[in-house]
């Protein structure tokens, strides 16, 4: 089971879904339009890989928060393959939550931190993270767009 957290550190105790329902339901009620991106990064860091998940809380026009999850392997990955598991690990939440989205109306992106242009490595992903996200029914961004995975859970893993 996952274990998230708050941008401040304080460990979310109850289940993720329920987290989530309760953000929208107190989010709405304070008059707040909503937009969710769901992003992961990674960095490689010695013999270690960390992976850290963030599911961003856009308030239209009133800034936003995050959850947060991370997660350390050993695990050696070439460049696609780590792609490709940041993308698996953010449509696994994204299909989590994404009937709470629909029930309470709450638009989602899936953030792939992969570049557009064909000069970085990241590229050689980039059909495959598209097919797979849009394949699941999910609206897409990659970089420079995809600020939840190359901002916000980047900032998390570096």
């Not at 993720?16 to 008059?31: D, P, S």
């Not at 961003?56 to 800034?63: I, N, P, Y």
Request: charged share 25%; aromatic share 10%; proline share 2%.
């Amino acid at each position: 089971m996952f274990k998230w957290r708050r941008f401040n550190g304080d460990l979310i105790q109850l289940p993720i879904k329920e987290e989530v329902r309760q953000a929208i339901i107190r989010e709405t009620g304070l008059g707040f339009k909503l937009k969710v991106c769901i992003g992961t990064d990674s960095q490689v860091k010695g013999a270690e890989t960390e992976f850290a998940t963030v599911i961003v809380f856009l308030r239209e026009g009133h800034g936003g928060f995050m959850f947060i999850h991370n997660e350390k392997t050993r695990d050696v990955y070439s460049i696609k393959e780590r792609m490709l598991i940041e993308v698996a690990k953010s449509i696994e939440i994204a299909y989590e939550l994404c009937d709470l989205f629909t029930e309470y109306d709450v638009d989602m992106e899936v953030h792939a931190d992969i570049n557009t242009n064909p000069q970085f490595k990241s590229n050689q992903a980039l059909r495959e993270a598209m097919g797979y996200i849009l394949g699941m029914g999910f609206a897409f961004k990659a970089k420079p767009e995809a600020f939840a995975s190359s901002s916000c859970a980047n900032k998390v893993v570096n």
